[in-house]
């Protein structure tokens, strides 16, 4: 069996482009990444599942330094957005990670 990876299938050795470049410290990942203007965005979950959120208590959180905005599911709705559709998908159908009915 080649050392350079150069058979097909399950269980045989691949040549990999991209070990060198990521051995020598080159490897270039999305946190590198910075633009002109470019935010951050956090996405806040409840620990408990199928929980219902009476209530949402940003000000403290708006008024730290850097935060430009904090949205919530009351936003979510007023700005018409559908549900998030996440994997997996269903055979003719989606899954949806956001029911309507916990965000009012």
Do not use: W
């Amino acid at each position: 069996m080649s050392s350079r990876g150069t058979g097909q299938g399950i269980g045989q050795p691949v040549l990999r482009k991209e070990d060198l470049r990521l051995l020598k410290g080159q490897g270039r990942y999305v946190p590198d990444i910075t633009l002109p203007n470019m935010a951050h965005a956090v996405v806040v979950r409840s620990p408990h599942a199928h929980a219902r959120i009476r209530s949402i208590e940003s000000k403290d959180a708006a008024a730290m330094p850097g935060v430009l905005a904090i949205l919530t599911g009351a936003d979510f709705i007023a700005d018409g957005l559908h549900p998030i559709a996440h994997a997996p998908t269903m055979v003719g159908g989606s899954a949806s990670c956001t029911s309507k009915s916990k965000l009012e």
